[in-house]
């Protein structure tokens, strides 16, 4: 009988993925560009070998699935989908559908969408090959109906939450690739202010990494149980084997990255959406890399962080200045996806994009199903004007501020929490401080302002 789906590229995702598939039931064909890794993969697939047909040549791959095929693409991003696509659609019928699950560009899955010849998804996956092989977060997106074809697999192979599987149509077109960048996003922020917590604990209070280690944990048994927490307490806790001290002592302060933050942070400046932690966060990864500048700031200026003294905050303040920071960043990260919704015309339900990240991703965590209920709940687009949100920010608040005046009062660097509140406080300042902007500009470029009185297009007493 023939394969219910096909998998090209058996890299680290893509062989992880097809495994996955095969172990929930679903007879699989695959295709690697280099035959001998189909083999090799084939080989050490165990008893899952059987529920995998692998094949040499593309045509052979096509002719092991059963008609309308369904056919994913795990290949790097870029020019390898564009070469792949183009291969593999002659080969294809008119109902048959390709699906690329790689981490593309959402204008990129737009570009593909129209100028596809047949029915065509693009997938976002997360969660790592651990994720791809046991259970990813998947984001659709492209036609529901198509979506729909393949939903009963990859509803199958993802990550559940209380049973409820994290694999849901986002919306059309690139819709399901931008909701995985800004999930990345959002992950580059929730890390970047856990880092910053660390480093209070460190520089302003003296904790050893151990104890650094203690507080994540216990942490991770509250409010802020999330992947990123527990797995920070594992690093600080780590011992390095070939020196015996702990591993956050060896390892070099420069963060790499692949660019989706930054890509996310780009993408909110022409949506006009407002993420100051996302941006914070991958500000300070370029910033930790400039590591000979930082050494000869020092020696200049003295060292940034001092001990904080008497005036070390408490731990409980400051989990909850990190739940509050936490929060308003996701908070940002949501209002992006609404204003994406909004200019691509995609119907984006934030509820829904909350479920899915509640399991199988690297930013799972228990707040998120709160906000999935609270998303569902508010009126309003914006975390922070969600009942059950506005509730925690009044409870917390107080705690960010008091850690981030803290952190400034001791030269201890906190761009993505400092960020954060500045957010909060622009926030809720219904008389901002733009009318200065507004009479700047047409002061020197008579761009008009709007008056109080509701009069458009005026001008001050400089001009004619
Ligand atoms: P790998 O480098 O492990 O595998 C790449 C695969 O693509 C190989 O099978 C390779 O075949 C094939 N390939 C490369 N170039 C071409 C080409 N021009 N034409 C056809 N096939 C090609 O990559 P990953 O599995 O890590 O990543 C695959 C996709 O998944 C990427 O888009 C990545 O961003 C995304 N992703 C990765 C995650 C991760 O944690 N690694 C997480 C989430 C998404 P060959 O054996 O012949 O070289």
Redesign the pocket.
Known sequence: SKAEIGL????????ALALNIAEHGFDIAVW???AS?TQGFHASAGELAARITPTETLEALVEAIAQPRAIIL????G??VD??IAALRPLLGPDDLIID????NFHDTNRRTRDATGPFLGIG?????E??RHGPAIMGGGKRADWDRVAPILTAISAKHDGEPCANWMGEEGAGHFVKAVHNGIEYADMQMIAEIYGILRDGMGYTPDRVADVFARWNDGPLQSYLVEISGKVAAAVDKKTGKPLLEVIVDAAGQ?GTGRWTAIEAQHLAAPIPCIEAAVVARNLSSRRDARAEGERLFGAGPVPMGDAVPSEAALESALICGKILCYAQGFEMIAAASEQFGWSLDLPTIARTWRAGCIIRSAMLDDMATALAEASSRNLMFADFFTRKIQDSHADLRQVVCAGAAHGIALPALGAGLSYFDAMRTARGTADMIQGQRDYFGLHGFERFDGRKDQHGPWAG
């Open positions: 090209i590229g058996l890299g680290t995702m893509g062989a690697n560009r280099t890794v795990m290949v790097p991003a020019a390898a070469e792949q699950a790689g981490n593309a996956v997360s969660g790592g090959e994720g791809a692949k």
